[in-house]
């Protein structure tokens, strides 16, 4: 396998990072959507006599879910293209210094916040702990289907248990949000 796609697989080499290099790869999603908010792009519009909830700046809303669907479709297709050229130089199934995967799973519970999760810095800091809390639980338990998927050969098979965990941890999210806030 050429070195620029070990590092791109191994997310420029936070798949070696122990211990639980899952959790490393886990990361950059949620620090570039806490970025994204920092920088003003979660910036809601505030109730007004039409609309009587926050809400979304309809602009900020294509920026934040762009930028996370370019991570997410970048680090998928990095899985299933270098995934079984991954496992025979890793010589393992899944191997744990492939994050690339973890990386596309955790973009999900970070999309589609309603705006009233992110109206405040401290609600943006909760929900978005919560999304990586949610996720990595999800990617470690592995409900079914995605012990079972994860068997699927190449790359798809280290994908595809990682996206069942995000779509997980996004209705986790998601319903945590409807109940608390």
Partial sequence: MQRPRIDLITVFGLGKMRPASGTWGSLPPVLVAAL?????????????????????????????????????????????????????HFREKD???????????????????????IDTTFKAA????????????????????AG????VPGGLGILIDDLFAGIYALVIVQVCIAITM
């Avoid at 700046?57 to 998928?76: A, D, E, P």
């Avoid at 191997?95 to 799973?105: F, K, Q, T, Y």
């Avoid at 079972?148 to 068997?151: D, E, F």
């Fill in 36 to 88: 994204l908010l920092a920088v003003g792009l979660g910036q809601t519009s505030w109730p007004d006599s039409t609309n009587p909830a926050p809400h979304w700046n309809t602009l900020y809303w294509v920026i934040y879910h762009g930028v996370l669907l370019t991570i997410f479709i970048f680090f998928s297709a990095a899985c299933l293209s270098q995934g079984t050229a991954a496992e025979a």
């Fill in 95 to 117: 191997p744990s210094n492939v994050v690339a995967d973890e990386v596309a799973g955790q973009c999900l519970p970070l999309m589609f916040l309603p705006a009233v999760a």
């Fill in 148 to 151: 079972q998927l994860q068997r």
């Fill in 126 to 145: 909760i929900t978005l702990v919560l999304a990586f809390l949610a996720f990595r639980i999800m990617d470690i338990v592995k409900p079914w289907p």
